[in-house]
């Protein structure tokens, strides 16, 4: 992390970062890491599976593989297991993180979406600060690729530019929907970007940036380990019991811990959901319903 010629370059992508609300650094991660904490998936849910007791661990896709229920998503995999947590603190990507975000650093949430194959869900077009709203916008979500992502597992597709303004996330009731729910015209838009890249590689994603990922129609697996990380004078905006489920999995990493908000960024919507939904998946799933009802 600390070599001049990688800081540089790290210097010279947060530009880019910066200009396209995103940045995506091929094979940042080795072979052998990749390895090691997909054997530690696998363990993790072998025992899940094996005990029964998951519910706050796992959550499975709708489709069945072979006839099996097939887990789509970790829960929290940073409280799951010390391989998450040392992962988290990589100097790989904590070096990029600190370029975009500055050295005092928390972090705001994790997840492991497991896209399996034949059945993996799609994602909706959404932006990831209308989750978890913030004082500010120094925020950055780091996605590990676990596995090749290709357009025919569900890669990340992003829109870039767009991450200085926010777009419409609220059903006709004005509920949190979890998605956008205006119309992105690629004429208006532009085309989306697919981010496919090799096992190992990392995105960081501005919070405002528009993402989605497609339906995993073919053989291969695509996993994707997410860490959410903030600076710390960025202070969640939640309330009630959103604000104690959601900080619950918040954990200060390195440098100052800030009592006084910084106030910066897009003006966020605030939007109120129904329900606390289970994730984004059943959020999106809802929605897609009531907007084909209306």
Same mark, same amino acid.
């Given at each position: 992390?600390?070599?001049?010629?990688?800081?540089?370059?790290?210097?010279?992508?947060?530009?880019?970062?910066?200009?396209?609300?995103?940045?995506?650094?091929?094979?940042?991660?080795?072979?052998?890491?990749?390895?090691?904490?997909?054997?530690?998936?696998?363990?993790?849910?072998?025992?899940?599976?094996?005990?029964?007791?998951?519910?706050?661990?796992?959550?499975?896709?709708?489709?069945?593989?072979?006839?099996?229920?097939?887990?789509?998503?970790?829960?929290?995999?940073?409280?799951?297991?010390?391989?998450?947590?040392?992962?988290?603190?990589?100097?790989?990507?904590?070096?990029?993180?600190?370029?975009?975000?500055?050295?005092?650093?928390?972090?705001?949430?994790?997840?492991?979406?497991?896209?399996?194959?034949?059945? &993996? !869900? @799609?994602?909706?077009? $959404?932006?990831?600060?209308?989750?978890?709203?913030?004082? /500010?916008? +120094?925020?950055?979500?780091?996605?590990?690729?676990?596995?090749?992502?290709?357009?025919?597992?569900?890669?990340?597709?992003?829109?870039?530019?767009?991450?200085?303004?926010?777009?419409?996330?609220?059903?006709?009731?004005?509920?949190?929907?979890?998605?956008?729910?205006?119309?992105?015209?690629?004429?208006?838009?532009?085309?989306?970007?697919?981010?496919?890249?090799?096992? &190992? !590689? @990392?995105?960081?994603? $501005?919070?405002?940036?528009?993402?989605?990922?497609?339906? /995993?129609? +073919?053989?291969?697996?695509?996993?994707?380990?997410?860490?959410?990380?903030?600076?710390?004078?960025?202070?969640?905006?939640?309330?009630?019991?959103?604000?104690?489920?959601?900080?619950?999995?918040?954990?200060?990493?390195?440098?100052?811990?800030?009592?006084?908000?910084?106030?910066?960024?897009?003006?966020?919507?605030?939007?109120?959901?129904?329900?606390?939904?289970?994730?984004?998946?059943?959020?999106?799933?809802?929605?897609?319903?009531?907007?084909?009802?209306?």
């Amino acid at each position: 992390m600390n070599d001049p010629a990688f800081l540089h370059v790290n210097d010279i992508r947060k530009q880019q970062y910066l200009r396209d609300g995103y940045l995506l650094v091929e094979s940042l991660l080795d072979p052998t890491w990749v390895k090691d904490l997909n054997s530690v998936i696998h363990q993790l849910t072998e025992d899940s599976l094996r005990s029964g007791k998951y519910e706050h661990v796992l959550e499975f896709e709708k489709g069945t593989v072979d006839g099996h229920q097939v887990p789509r998503r970790i829960f929290n995999p940073y409280e799951q297991h010390e391989s998450f947590r040392l992962a988290a603190v990589d100097d790989r990507i904590m070096a990029y993180v600190q370029a975009l975000i500055g050295p005092d650093i928390a972090l705001q949430h994790s997840k492991l979406n497991m896209k399996p194959r034949k059945v &993996g !869900s @799609v994602v909706e077009w $959404h932006q990831d600060y209308t989750y978890f709203p913030h004082t /500010n916008d +120094s925020l950055t979500g780091v996605l590990i690729y676990l596995d090749d992502a290709t357009a025919e597992n569900g890669c990340l597709e992003v829109l870039p530019g767009l991450h200085t303004r926010t777009f419409d996330h609220a059903l006709a009731d004005g509920s949190f929907a979890g998605m956008i729910t205006e119309d992105m015209n690629e004429r208006i838009y532009g085309r989306p970007v697919s981010l496919a890249a090799p096992a &190992g !590689s @990392v995105i960081f994603l $501005h919070p405002f940036t528009p993402h989605r990922s497609a339906p /995993n129609t +073919s053989d291969a697996p695509r996993s994707t380990l997410i860490f959410e990380y903030r600076a710390t004078d960025a202070f969640p905006l939640y309330t009630g019991t959103q604000l104690i489920s959601m900080e619950a999995c918040a954990h200060h990493l390195r440098g100052e811990r800030k009592k006084t908000a910084r106030f910066g960024g897009p003006a966020p919507d605030i939007y109120t959901p129904k329900d606390i939904p289970k994730s984004l998946y059943e959020l999106q799933d809802a929605s897609r319903d009531a907007l084909s009802q209306s």
